[in-house]
């Protein structure tokens, strides 16, 4: 990038956060000259590219002001009726099914979709939301990315609420945002795949479980809760963390020095079903038969349960329901903005997900 397109990006960047709101008086030249370490000049074409887009305005003998974009981008919006939506995978695995379910009911109503994935990377994330902030949009859904940490982007979502630009979240929420969400009740998932282990007479259980999100963290504590409730002790080292960076690698590595001790755990409840079949691998490997050997349950309920020779035990999401509850719920909550409807706000749905017993699972001898 050219010196002028890093210092235009670094303040759009600050109005798309908020740093800058309408009508705010941004820096002095002097101070953005100071701070970008750049020529007046270069501060000059970066604020005149800015002003004659609509990002700021001048005031003679005043400075340069944040400008307000929210009435002109919100009557833009209405006219384009464009949804983003945001996950942090769009092809592979529940994702394509949850986006199915919205695009349809979206496309029937009249609304393009725009599909945005984050990988899972917060500066991703950010990417992408000053993208649609710059672009009219009517509504957005979006799944969190690395929901259990503190998220630096968080300014975004406020900025949304200041330009009135409605916003759900699915699978997971910033706590401190306090959205309208659609989710799964992870921590009864958790607690029913472990409790089936237990049921089955297995007391040497590993979890597995992805904490950079708060679905691992709370099917974790489901774990933790159905060993309480039935008074199984649990061995520390049966608890395997992770973070999506290190799903391919770390989860195989744990269990492989779990399977070299002299007391082999019996049953793993994995994270969600691409992990059990991960596992899968490694218990093939090491000749050891599903389920007669290892008893494995996973979580979601995906396609990939009933692919393996040997089909998945595994725990329900709703997947196309929630997407196209998703869909009617962002809908209502336009409606209501452009309308300036007094109504009741919205209330988040919870989903009571279901045990799926398939051939992974059986009593231990």
């Known amino acids: 990038m050219t010196k002028y397109s890093k210092v235009k990006q670094a303040i759009k ?13 941004i820096n002095s030249e002097n101070e953005l000259m100071k701070e970008f370490e750049v020529s007046r000049h270069t501060i000059r074409i970066a604020i005149g590219e800015l002003v004659s887009e609509g990002w700021l305005y001048r005031e003679q003998g005043s400075g340069t002001f944040c400008a307000d974009r929210t009435k002109q981008d919100r009557t833009h919006s209405n006219d384009t009726k464009t949804i983003a939506i945001i996950t942090t995978f769009i092809s592979d695995y529940i994702f394509p099914s949850i986006i199915r379910g919205a695009e ?45 940490f503190a998220n630096p982007n ?3 979502y406020f900025n949304l609420e200041r330009m009135n630009i409605p916003y759900i979240m699915i699978n997971a929420f910033y706590d401190e945002l306090e959205p309208v969400c659609l989710l799964v009740d992870d921590e009864k998932g958790g607690y029913l795949q472990t409790e089936h282990l237990i049921n089955q007479g297995h007391t040497n259980i590993v979890g597995l479980f992805k904490t ?25 080292q049966n608890i395997v963390t992770y973070y999506s960076e290190e799903k391919l690698e770390k989860p195989t590595k744990e269990l492989e020095k779990l399977l070299s001790q002299n007391e082999k755990p019996t049953a793993l409840v994995c994270y969600n079903d691409e992990l059990a079949l991960i596992l899968l691998d490694l218990l ?29 035990t595994t725990v329900s999401h709703p997947k196309t329901e929630m997407g ?36 992974s699972t059986t009593d231990i001898n």
């Open 104 to 148: 349809s009911y979206l496309s029937e109503r009249g609304y393009q979709v725009s599909l945005f994935s984050t990988n899972n990377k917060i500066e991703h994330e950010q990417r992408i939301l000053e993208n649609i902030l710059s672009q009219p949009v009517d509504g957005i859904i979006v799944e969190p990315t690395k929901s259990s």
């Open 13 to 25: 960047s600050r109005i798309l956060d908020g740093t800058y709101v309408p009508n705010q008086k």
């Open 284 to 312: 093939r490997a090491k000749k050891l038969q599903v389920p007669k050997d290892m008893s494995i349950v996973g979580y979601d309920d995906s396609f990939l349960a009933e692919i393996s020779e040997v089909k998945l």
């Open 324 to 359: 196209e509850q998703a869909a009617e719920m962002i809908i209502q909550m336009i409606e209501k903005e452009q309308r300036n409807k007094e109504t009741q706000s919205l209330e988040s749905i919870v989903y009571h997900p279901q045990l799926i017993v398939r051939q």
């Open 154 to 156: 968080i300014n975004y």
């Open 212 to 236: 950079d999100d708060n679905q691992g963290i709370k099917r974790m504590k489901g774990y933790v809760k159905a060993h309480r409730k039935h008074q199984v002790s649990i061995n520390p």
